[in-house]
Nanobody
Framework: VQLQASGGGLVQAGGSLRLSCATS????????MGWFRQAPGKEREFVAAITRGGGSTYYADSVKGRFTISRDNAKNMVYLQMNSLRPEDTAVYYC????????????????????WGQGTLVTVSS
């Protein structure tokens, strides 16, 4: 199983980035997908999740209204559109796959995801 996150970079506050996560080696449509992030010196935190069919999405309060998670089951891809970026969004962003759980409460818990990508760095300058 491989998850490859990409799309990170340096952007000014107020700007936008779109992260992509390409997956292989798993039945993509059978997995809920999540994005998490870890800022320097901080714990990893939940950002967003999407259910297997894409019918439900969940967001951390800190990104709600600014970020949008989506998926393309035909391409085995998950995306995170990030708008109105803030310096506090600076972090390494990770995509993750969860085949077991689908409830909102569990999709917010990183420890319940089995497969993880390598991360992509997002830096937002003020």
């Amino acid at each position: 199983v491989q998850l490859q996150a990409s799309g990170g970079g340096l952007v000014q506050a107020g700007g936008s980035l779109r992260l992509s996560c390409a997956t292989s080696g798993l039945t993509f449509s059978a997995n809920a997908m999540g994005w998490f992030r870890q800022a320097p010196g901080k714990e990893r935190e939940f950002v967003a999740a999407i259910t297997r069919g894409g019918g439900s999405t969940y967001y951390a309060d800190s990104v709600k209204g600014r970020f949008t998670i989506s998926r393309d089951n035909a391409k085995n891809m998950v995306y995170l559109q990030m708008n109105s970026l803030r310096p506090e969004d600076t972090a390494v962003y990770y995509c993750a796959a969860n085949q077991v759980f689908s409830s909102e409460s569990r999709l917010r818990v990183g420890a319940l995801y089995k497969n993880w990508g390598q991360g992509t760095l997002v830096t937002v300058s003020s």
